[in-house]
């Protein structure tokens, strides 16, 4: 199914457009508890799409019923607080993507370190002096995250933009933001157990246990040549999960979902980091939502309104 910003704009503008024309079809309530019911239901329908990621359906549903209801001040209200959670929800999406593309550049960072050194002179000195401006952006927008995660609770995630902006470049803003953490009481997350010793005990453990991101990293450290028929079951674990993380992402693209497609192919990339399918999606979606983004700032353009 081809990508393209049209498959994923029309929906959304055909549904603004629906609940343009829609709204004047049906009388407005009249009298206390139809209204009051009016407006719960409206709002009832609206979050549960919202709890599906369906945003665009959700804004929809409420701008049909405030065209319906224009003087509710509990609708207007509604409507406010969904767009702050999609704000949130898109923060997440954007802090999501710097670790990401972070862990991406620290796994290729000692494979470049050792090119540089190989061809030495002075373009090594110059590639090294920009790829350390690079890590400093990476690390000053990833503490930017940290501290919105931080805001909206989401601790499990300002910890990772924490941790990975101190390996790309150590900075005391982040060491203190992490010891501010800790001494409000709000330590970081759980880790999980270590590994055990035994590779092939943990390539067992993770199939039993389905964790397609410990199988990954237990495929990595699994010496070659040893148990190869449990090498080719884990394989074909992770290609079957990828395969049905990459159309499932797809279908939900295909109906305008952008963020709920870019957050299953975030977390297919846990498991198969080097896709280039799935790191094709991820930049598409990614590319997409920043045009979308771009496009809701620009003022709104008035229907119905002939220029002179």
Not at 160 to 165: G, H, I, K, P, S
Not at 201 to 226: F, K, N, Q, S, Y
Request: hydrophobic fraction near 50%; charged fraction near 30%.
């Amino acid at each position: 199914m081809p990508y393209s910003f049209e498959r994923c704009a029309v929906p959304a503008l055909a549904l603004w457009l629906a609940a343009c024309a829609s709204a004047p079809s049906s009388p407005p309530p009249s009298g206390t508890a139809e209204i009051w019911r009016f407006e719960r239901e409206a709002i009832g329908r609206a979050v549960r799409l919202q709890a599906e990621d369906r945003w665009d359906e959700a804004e929809a549903e409420l701008e049909v019923a405030l065209a319906t209801l224009p003087g509710s001040r509990v609708l207007a209200a509604a409507r406010r607080q969904a767009e702050a959670r999609r704000a949130a929800r898109r923060a997440a999406l954007e802090a999501e993507l710097a670790v990401h593309e972070a862990v991406r550049w620290l796994a290729a960072r000692d494979a470049a370190e050792r090119l540089l050194a190989v061809r030495g002179g002075w373009f090594a000195g110059l590639e090294r002096r920009r790829r350390a401006a690079a890590e400093r952006r990476r690390a000053r927008a990833l503490q930017k995250h940290a501290v919105a995660a931080r805001a909206r609770g989401d601790l499990d995630l300002a910890w990772r933009c924490l941790e990975l902006a101190q390996r790309l470049h150590p900075d005391p803003a982040a060491a203190a933001l992490q010891a501010e953490l800790a001494a409000a009481g709000r330590h970081p997350p759980r880790r999980a157990a270590p590994p055990p010793a035994d590779p092939v005990a943990a390539l067992r453990g993770a199939l039993a246990a389905a964790d397609r991101p410990a199988l990954h990293r237990a495929l990595m450290r699994l010496p070659p040549g040893v148990e190869p028929g449990l090498v080719e079951r884990a394989r074909a674990e992770l290609a079957a999960a990828t395969e049905a993380a990459l159309e499932a992402g797809r279908r939900l693209y295909a109906e305008g979902r952008i963020e709920a497609a870019l957050a299953v192919w975030l977390e297919a990339s846990a498991w198969a980091p080097d896709d280039p399918r799935l790191q094709a999606a991820i930049e598409r979606a990614r590319t997409v939502l920043r045009n979308l983004e771009r496009l809701s700032r620009r003022p709104a353009v008035q229907l119905g309104r002939v220029p002179p």
